[in-house]
């Protein structure tokens, strides 16, 4: 049998509009902590010595802000901007 080949790259065409499905599957993703926080140090990786532990820590204070780490939301987290 003929060796089966990947199927050829997407149109430039298309990375328009693959740039934008990526950009709409981020909403929830992003995060505004508040830089003195737990989270924020363990998010920067200074809270553990390693990997795990500053991803736990980061977890665990995602998780008592009510939102789920893995399964983002998609609600927007940041404060509306103060009217001037």
Do not use: C, F
Not at 46 to 73: E, F, Q, Y
């Amino acid at each position: 049998p003929a060796a089966q080949h990947p199927p050829a790259a997407a149109p430039a065409a298309n990375a328009a509009a693959d740039a934008e499905a990526r950009k709409k599957a981020t909403v929830g993703a992003q995060v505004v902590l508040d830089p003195a926080s737990d989270a924020a140090m363990a998010a920067k990786g200074g809270m553990a010595p390693d990997i795990i532990g500053n991803t736990d820590a980061r977890d665990k204070a995602l998780i008592a802000m009510g939102l789920d780490p893995v399964s983002p939301s998609a609600h927007l987290t940041d404060p509306k901007p103060a009217a001037h």
